[in-house]
């Protein structure tokens, strides 16, 4: 799967200077450190358990973002919201679209 991944506690760079679909505005870059921020509470807190943490992405296909609950020992996704078969459905869905409007 090709995403853009960005994960709560073990992020290298925070959401403000990653490039999600929107671009890198003020606005998404606020936004973008409130969604850290609430990442790394739930992790913290260990919500998703101790051995899982969430991880958001953006699809690079769709632009979707995507939450993931990751097993932090092997990088499993345990869980995604869209459901990879979701997103994959919705991008030849957008294909037969543009194929079929007259240029």
């Known amino acids: 799967m090709s995403t853009t991944e960005i994960q709560g ?6 959401l403000s200077t990653r490039e999600g679909p ?37 699809d690079r296909e769709t632009g979707q973002p995507l939450i993931k609950i990751v097993d932090r020992v092997t990088n499993e996704v345990i869980t995604q919201v ?7 459905a919705a991008e030849i869905l957008e294909q037969l679209r543009n194929s079929r409007t007259p240029a």
Not at 36 to 42: C, E, H, Q, W
Not at 82 to 88: K, S
């Open 9 to 14: 506690l073990s992020a290298q760079q925070s």
């Open 82 to 88: 869209p459901r990879e078969v979701t997103l994959r």
């Open 22 to 58: 929107q671009g890198n505005s003020p606005e998404q870059a606020a936004k973008n450190r409130e969604l850290l921020k609430a990442i790394r509470t739930i992790n913290e807190g260990g919500a998703v358990g101790p051995s899982s943490e969430v991880r958001f992405a953006f």
